[in-house]
């Protein structure tokens, strides 16, 4: 099983990234897709997930600003940021779960920075 997050890079505040998660060796539709970021010398944080069946939820800061979505046909959950923030600046980790079997994996993250 793999989840490939890529996208990240160095943006100015204010500018816009689109974050990927793309999955194989997994039945992906059947996942809950979540992204998740770790600021330095903070703990890993909740951004956004989508579930299954489309339902979305988003962290207090992020809402309005970043829209979470899933391609079932390629496998690939994103993550789109706009109006970023340097205080967005962080690794970001996606997440693929199934919670009735006991599933649960992680990609390896990619790094955004927001510059002010």
């Known amino acids: 099983v793999q989840l490939q997050a890529s996208g990240g890079g160095l943006v100015q505040a204010g500018g816009s990234l689109r974050l990927s998660c793309a999955a194989s060796q997994i039945m992906f539709s059947y996942y809950d897709m979540g992204w998740y970021r770790q600021a330095p010398g903070k703990q890993r944080e909740l951004v956004a997930s989508?579930?299954?069946?489309?339902?979305?939820n988003y962290d207090d800061s992020v809402k309005g600003r970043f829209t979470i979505s899933r391609d079932n046909a390629k496998n690939t959950a994103y993550l789109h940021m706009n109006n970023l923030k340097p205080e967005d600046t962080a690794v970001y980790y996606c997440?693929?779960?199934?919670?009735?079997?006991?599933?649960?994996?992680w990609g390896q993250g990619t790094l955004v920075t927001v510059s002010s």
């Open positions: 989508i579930s299954s069946s489309g339902n979305t």
């Open positions: 997440n693929g779960r199934r919670v009735n079997i006991g599933l649960n994996f």
